[in-house]
């Protein structure tokens, strides 16, 4: 079964980061993506033991649970020295708090451990299985990879997760140094996506030059905040926010810095998630100010 324009797709993570992620793939083929998140569906735990088997499972629980096509992934980092690891334990090895600069930090002691930093550097992939299921039980995966060496300490401020540990072959520059636009023409997740759009979209052609919203694009933001965890990325953030000031001042909430160190002020002294990084409570903080009068 192939996927024609208009189909309503459900995207099955709450991950708002991901969500973003996988609309910015789908939306310009005319797919009407909706989450996981906005359904009220329920997030299943992730037990299987490959990234195809955790990629079937989230799809085919919110393919049945919303009875419409759903398309999940699963994706992680494997590195050749650690014996694929963290692999599918890629997002927890940064524990509850979600925070990669541990992560990275826990991946790079390893590889001191293991005597792996002599020569070009660690070897290392990402890698992302995309699985669509449909609501009759029908499953289709697809898989994509890249492969590059590893660098520590971290490099940039773009993209979230190890991007910035990593290097992909043939550039000198980590995926964290790189534009956003740049990282995603070579990485796993789009290869992943290639494979999708070659067998299941019903030879949809992309709309031209793909609406980008004309105002704030908070759901940009937010996605970026949620998934921030080291000081470079924060930083990278602050210039972002200061772009968007420049272009849409009319449409920020506190557009003095009065009202806005007053409105961040507040922000600040009401997070609620103490576990997270504490740059993404900044960041996420910064945008709230931003929006909430
Ligand atoms: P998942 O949500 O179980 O698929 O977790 C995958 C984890 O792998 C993420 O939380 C990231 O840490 C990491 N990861 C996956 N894709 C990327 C990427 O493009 N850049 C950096 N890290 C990634």
Same mark, same amino acid.
């Given at each position: 079964?192939?996927?024609?324009?208009?189909?309503?797709?459900?995207?099955?993570?709450?991950?708002?980061? !991901?969500?973003?992620?996988?609309?910015? =793939?789908?939306?310009?083929?005319?797919?009407?993506?909706?989450?996981?998140?906005?359904?009220?569906?329920?997030?299943?735990?992730?037990?299987?033991?490959?990234?195809?088997?955790? *990629?079937? =499972?989230?799809?085919? #629980? #919110?393919? !049945?649970?919303?009875?419409?096509?759903?398309?999940?992934?699963?994706? +992680?980092?494997?590195?050749?020295?650690?014996?694929?690891?963290?692999?599918?334990?890629?997002?927890?090895? *940064?524990?509850?708090? !979600?925070?990669?600069?541990? #992560?990275?930090? !826990?991946?790079?002691?390893?590889?001191?451990?293991?005597? +792996?930093?002599?020569?070009?550097?660690?070897? *290392?992939?990402?890698?992302?299985? @995309?699985? =669509?299921?449909?609501?009759?039980?029908?499953?289709?995966?697809?898989?994509?990879?890249?492969?590059?060496? @590893?660098?520590?300490?971290?490099?940039?401020?773009?993209?979230?997760?190890?991007?910035?540990?990593?290097?992909?072959?043939?550039?000198?520059?980590?995926?964290?140094?790189?534009?956003?636009?740049?990282?995603? &023409?070579?990485?796993?997740?789009?290869?992943?996506?290639?494979?999708?759009?070659?067998?299941?979209?019903?030879?949809?052609?992309?709309?031209?030059?793909? #609406?980008?919203?004309?105002?704030?694009?908070? &759901?940009?933001?937010?996605?970026?905040?949620?998934?921030?965890?080291?000081?470079?990325?924060?930083?990278?953030?602050?210039?972002?926010?200061k772009e968007d000031f420049a272009a849409h001042r009319a449409e920020w909430k506190n557009a003095t810095l009065e009202a806005y160190l007053a409105a961040l002020e507040r922000e600040l002294s009401q997070v609620k998630n103490n576990d997270e990084p504490a740059w993404r409570q900044l960041a996420k903080a910064m945008l709230a100010a931003s929006e909430r009068s």
């Amino acid at each position: 079964m192939r996927l024609a324009k208009g189909t309503p797709v459900v995207v099955a993570s709450h991950n708002p980061g !991901k969500v973003w992620e996988i609309n910015q =793939l789908i939306q310009p083929y005319g797919l009407d993506a909706v989450s996981a998140g906005d359904l009220n569906l329920d997030e299943p735990e992730e037990t299987e033991t490959t990234f195809e088997g955790n *990629a079937r =499972l989230k799809a085919v #629980a #919110a393919a !049945k649970g919303s009875g419409l096509p759903a398309l999940a992934d699963d994706s +992680g980092l494997e590195v050749d020295c650690l014996d694929g690891a963290p692999g599918i334990y890629s997002a927890r090895w *940064a524990g509850p708090g !979600k925070d990669f600069g541990l #992560a990275m930090k !826990k991946v790079a002691d390893e590889i001191t451990r293991r005597d +792996g930093w002599k020569g070009a550097g660690p070897r *290392a992939n990402f890698i992302s299985v @995309l699985c =669509l299921a449909w609501p009759n039980g029908e499953v289709k995966t697809f898989e994509g990879k890249v492969f590059g060496t @590893l660098v520590w300490p971290a490099r940039g401020g773009n993209g979230f997760g190890y991007d910035p540990m990593f290097v992909p072959e043939g550039d000198t520059r980590t995926f964290g140094e790189m534009d956003p636009k740049e990282k995603y &023409a070579i990485s796993h997740r789009t290869r992943a996506f290639a494979a999708f759009k070659a067998a299941m979209l019903d030879d949809i052609a992309p709309d031209a030059g793909q #609406a980008k919203p004309e105002g704030r694009d908070i &759901a940009a933001f937010a996605a970026a905040a949620a998934s921030l965890s080291t000081r470079l990325e924060a930083a990278a953030f602050v210039g972002r926010l200061k772009e968007d000031f420049a272009a849409h001042r009319a449409e920020w909430k506190n557009a003095t810095l009065e009202a806005y160190l007053a409105a961040l002020e507040r922000e600040l002294s009401q997070v609620k998630n103490n576990d997270e990084p504490a740059w993404r409570q900044l960041a996420k903080a910064m945008l709230a100010a931003s929006e909430r009068s």
